[in-house]
């Protein structure tokens, strides 16, 4: 069974940057596209980065584009979320998941969930 963890989320002022993994383990790793999610309170999970098994192709969220960077290592079995130029509206619990080897820009099309990191920004 896929597990993941996710790890690196924190309070941090506007303006500033922050980096959250997540490991994931029992699977290979490489056969997966793996993405990140939010969810902020009172609001649907919205789709932020998403990333290829081999990490050619990536997709990011208008919302995020040119701030945030998705990145994955297969032989370290993780994938990062590089987040620079906070602002104070990505504040959220961030969510990684793991689909079998397409990368997908939805949350319905992905099968393994890791249990979030909260991300705060503070204005």
């Known amino acids: 069974q896929v597990q993941l963890v996710e790890s690196g989320g924190g309070l941090v002022q506007a303006g500033g940057s922050l980096r959250v993994s997540c490991a994931v383990s029992?699977?290979?790793?490489?056969?997966?596209?793996m993405g990140w999610f939010r969810q902020a309170p009172g609001k649907e999970r919205e789709f932020v980065a998403a990333?290829?098994?081999?990490?050619?192709?990536?997709y990011y969220a208008d919302s995020v584009k040119g701030r945030f960077t998705i990145s994955r290592d297969n032989a370290k079995n993780t994938v990062w979320l590089q987040m620079n130029s906070l602002k104070s509206e990505d504040t959220a619990v961030y969510y990684c998941?793991?689909?079998?080897?397409?990368?997908?820009?939805?949350?319905?099309?992905?099968?393994?969930w890791g249990r979030g990191t909260q991300v705060t920004v503070s204005s």
């Open positions: 998941a793991a689909r079998s080897r397409f990368v997908a820009t939805t949350s319905f099309e992905y099968a393994y």
């Open positions: 029992g699977h290979t790793f490489s056969n997966y596209g």
């Open positions: 990333i290829s098994w081999s990490g050619s192709t990536t």
